[in-house]
């Protein structure tokens, strides 16, 4: 297990996933990781937006 400085990506609650894209939390029933965000549809709402800034703070 790595660190971990924001809640989002996969399993980060109890069972429950938090979408990169549009924030959107879930808790999935499947043992499988979602492809898509239930709500944005994104296929990498898994993965963070940015490719060359790892950590963005937003203001
Ligand atoms: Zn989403």
Redesign the pocket.
């Known amino acids: 297990m790595g660190k971990k400085e924001e809640e989002f990506g996969y399993n980060v609650f109890i069972k429950g996933n938090r979408?990169y894209?549009?924030?959107?939390k879930w808790v999935q029933r499947e043992n499988d990781k979602p492809r898509i965000?239930p709500?944005?549809?994104?296929p990498y709402?898994d993965k963070p937006k940015t490719k060359f800034v790892k950590e963005d703070k937003r203001k």
Do not use: A, Y
């Not at 894209?21 to 959107?24: L, Q, S, Y």
């Not at 709500?39 to 994104?42: F, G, I, N, T």
């Open positions: 979408c894209r549009c924030g959107h965000c709500k944005c549809k994104s709402w």
